[in-house]
Nanobody, 121 residues
Framework: QVQLVESGGGLVQAGGSLRLSCAASGSIFSINTMDWYRQAPGKQRELVAR??????TYDDSVKGRFTISRDTAKNMVYLQMNSLTPEDTAVYYC????????????????WGQGTQVTVSS
């Protein structure tokens, strides 16, 4: 069993910055993919940024403002969010595809509980 815990959300004014963190814990063999999604009220969950080995993807709405990074040794992923706007307000979710030590060839998808980001005008 793997636990994903997000942190770093909060209230900021437009133009401000936040840094989200996600830590994966458990009997982890490896993590193939770690990414960030967000879901605003009344909207579907959408991909914000994704990182896999040798590949990074951003949604067009955050390109140039958000940066995703990983610390593979610590099983962590970060999302640096700059120039925030009210449209960025959402619950941000960490997602990871993880293999356990006991079954190192079997990867499973896991979600964190989410962290609220609210940007005021």
């Amino acid at each position: 069993q793997v636990q994903l815990v997000e942190s770093g959300g909060g209230l900021v004014q437009a133009g401000g910055s936040l840094r989200l963190s996600c830590a994966a814990s458990g009997s982890i063999f490896s993590i193939n993919t770690m990414d960030w999604y967000r879901q605003a009220p009344g909207k579907q969950r959408e991909l914000v940024a994704r990182t896999t080995s040798g590949s990074i993807t951003y949604d067009d709405s955050v390109k140039g403002r958000f940066t995703i990074s990983r610390d593979t040794a610590k099983n962590m992923v970060y999302l640096q969010m700059n120039s925030l706007t009210p449209e960025d307000t959402a619950v941000y979710y960490c997602h990871a595809v993880i293999a356990f030590l006991r079954t190192p060839t079997a990867y499973y998808s896991y979600w964190g509980q989410g962290t609220q980001v609210t940007v005021s005008s």
